[in-house]
């Protein structure tokens, strides 16, 4: 992609079905931006990365942009592996590690209730209930020892200095690297070029606002330059960062327009998951559809746009004040 930088992209067992990983390299060896999810197969994946790509140097640093699994799945066996530091924001890891152990038991318990509230069919809680706990099967576990990396932060790479800029919506606290010197935007999933990355309110936090952190951080990212060239995790580069903010947060207007044209009439959060997401969806989409839905109600509803009451069966339901 430009000195010292290689593309490597890793296949995901999803409907989006591959994550773009960013390797810098250094005189002491390479640093690995994300990782790809935990399984056989990307272990393999990597191992021809390894023989062919390094040009004899180590890994000597992993960078995870945030917990999801396709993202920090095997940042343990890759530091292990090289004997690399680990470097994520604090709340990420905190995450990615609680998710990777709670009990399965106690994830399906909680999520049957917040998605029994969220108004979903039985057929669909059964689904749901069968997935256990599908974080642990892309993370089985996570670095014990973290360098912790926080806004404003700096890192230097390849003669090349890189500043951490923290996000927040599609995870609390994702991590970007900007180096002006190099004219580059490593964005994670925070901008992607066509698709908008999921905003979502999950069981373990109901009561979130997503959608408000997300709309920050777009205005936070107008400091960097928009000729910067982007890599984004999924999807190919690309230039043009403002015109992108500007979609995004159009789509988003968008999407909450339509929200509170729904609920003229009092709507469940699977009632607006149907209207939001037409296509059919299998149980993993399910989940972020029903997330995407609420964090735009929960947006309406603490903006005194939206009432919420709870019908005889415990359903919550939105009603436009």
């Known amino acids: 992609m430009a000195p010292g930088i290689l593309w490597v992209r890793m296949p995901l067992p999803f409907a989006l079905n591959h994550i773009n990983i960013w390797l810098l390299e250094d005189d002491a060896g390479w640093t690995v931006v994300d990782t790809g999810i935990g399984s056989n197969r990307t272990r393999d994946y990597w191992e021809q990365v390894f023989a062919s790509a390094l040009g004899g140097k180590p890994i000597v640093r992993v960078v995870a942009t945030h917990f999801h699994p396709d993202h920090i799945g095997l940042a343990a066996w890759l530091v292990e592996r090289w004997d690399a530091e680990f470097c994520a924001s604090l709340t990420e890891w905190l995450l990615g590690r609680a998710l990777s ?32 706990n599908a974080y642990a099967r892309g993370v089985e576990s996570l670095p014990p020892v973290l360098r912790r990396l926080r806004e404003g932060d700096r890192i230097a790479i390849g003669g090349n200095e890189w500043r951490v800029i923290i996000g927040g919506g ?52 107008r400091i960097v330059p928009d000729d910067t060239l982007i890599l984004p995790s999924h999807d190919t580069p690309f230039r043009g960062l403002h015109a992108r903010l500007d979609g995004l947060a159009a789509h988003h207007r968008e999407r ?14 699977a009632d607006v998951t149907r209207i939001m997401f037409r296509r059919e969806l299998d149980p993993h989409q399910l989940v972020f559809a029903v997330g995407e839905a609420l964090a735009h109600l929960n947006h309406l509803f603490r903006r005194g746009l939206l009432t919420r009451t709870t019908d005889a069966d415990g359903v919550l339901l939105f009603r436009k004040a």
């Open 101 to 132: 152990q709670e009990n399965p038991e106690t994830m399906v318990r909680n999520g049957l209730a917040f998605y029994r509230r969220a108004g979903l069919d039985d057929a669909s809680l059964g689904v749901l209930a069968e997935r256990g």
């Open 256 to 269: 909450l327009s339509e929200t509170l044209a729904a609920c003229e009439a009092p709507r469940s959060i």
């Open 170 to 221: 599609h995870s609390p606290e994702h991590v970007s690297l900007y180096s002006q010197s190099a004219g580059i935007l490593i964005a994670g999933d925070q901008v992607l070029p066509r698709i908008s990355p999921n905003i979502s309110v999950w069981p373990a936090e109901p009561e979130a606002d997503p959608l408000t952190d997300f709309l920050q951080t777009l205005e936070r990212f």
